[in-house]
């Protein structure tokens, strides 16, 4: 009866969808927590398009309550999170991409990912002109207006900190060490939320067939 039923829910699945299991395997999720995910990952992907994949928009939606605002931060979190670049996130790349932020993903992970985020041009390097450009974003992202003079000032004292070979940029290792010395930094890469998901979803413990592995 259970592999007529596991049968016929794969039939309804839509595209991007991964076993929970092989998700929980991968990540600090369980299995438990998986489902939990994917529930609200068919609430975001179904609030403009109902797909099962989370377009740009359903994306913009979910952080800013505005499907049409404009924020450089939001394009290079949602080019992160669509590993495939295919231009839509699918399931396992939404958990696969939160699994970083959860309170038990390693630190250096964070760093490499916030490191991923300000290198907009993909060059292994964080630019002047790309620090400027994400800071401006993060200040217009929690609706902080700062002259530009204010501006050059917090680029100017990052750079001057955090590019240790003078050479007017920043590597990977010198990143890393900024990011140590500053460890607020990393404040938002850390969502408490994910080590509680069953407790957000309770009604989805009842609807696993497998159980989570201690």
């Given at each position: 009866?259970?592999?007529?039923?596991?049968?016929?829910?794969?039939?309804?699945?839509?595209?991007?969808?991964?076993?929970?299991?092989?998700?929980?395997?991968?990540?600090?999720?369980?299995?438990?927590?998986?489902?939990?995910?994917?529930?609200?990952?068919?609430?975001?992907?179904?609030?403009?398009?109902?797909?099962?994949?989370?377009?740009?928009?359903?994306?913009?939606?979910?952080?800013?309550?505005?499907?049409?605002?404009?924020?450089?931060?939001?394009?290079?979190?949602?080019?992160?999170?669509?590993?495939?670049?295919?231009?839509?996130?699918?399931?396992?790349?939404?958990?696969?991409?939160?699994?970083?932020?959860?309170?038990?993903?390693?630190e250096a992970d964070k760093i490499a990912y916030l490191f991923r985020l300000?290198?907009?041009?993909?060059?292994?390097?964080i630019a002047r002109d790309e620090l400027k450009e994400m800071v401006l974003?993060?200040?217009?992202?929690?609706?902080?207006?700062?002259?530009?003079?204010?501006?050059?000032?917090?680029?100017?004292?990052?750079?001057?900190?955090?590019?240790?070979?003078?050479?007017?940029?920043?590597?990977?290792?010198?990143?890393?060490?900024?990011?140590?010395?500053?460890?607020?930094?990393?404040?938002?890469?850390?969502?408490?939320?994910?080590?509680?998901?069953?407790?957000?979803?309770?009604?989805?413990?009842?609807?696993?067939?497998?159980?989570?592995?201690e």
């Open positions: 009866m259970r592999a007529i039923r596991n049968c016929f829910c794969l039939k309804k699945r839509k595209p991007g969808f991964e076993e929970p299991s092989i998700l929980a395997a991968e990540t600090h999720f369980t299995v438990n927590e998986v489902e939990a995910l994917h529930d609200l990952f068919k609430k975001l992907s179904s609030s403009v398009i109902d797909d099962g994949l989370i377009h740009k928009e359903e994306f913009q939606l979910a952080l800013f309550n505005n499907s049409n605002k404009k924020n450089l931060f939001l394009d290079r979190l949602f080019d992160l999170f669509d590993i495939k670049r295919n231009g839509v996130i699918e399931f396992g790349e939404f958990v696969r991409s939160l699994n970083v932020f959860h309170p038990r993903a390693p300000y290198d907009l041009q993909q060059t292994g390097f974003a993060l200040l217009s992202e929690s609706d902080l207006s700062l002259s530009n003079d204010a501006v050059e000032s917090i680029v100017d004292k990052t750079m001057m900190e955090a590019d240790l070979k003078g050479d007017g940029k920043i590597d990977e290792e010198e990143w890393k060490e900024f990011v140590t010395n500053n460890p607020s930094i990393l404040k938002n890469m850390t969502l408490p939320y994910l080590k509680e998901l069953t407790i957000s979803f309770p009604s989805f413990i009842l609807n696993t067939d497998v159980k989570d592995l």
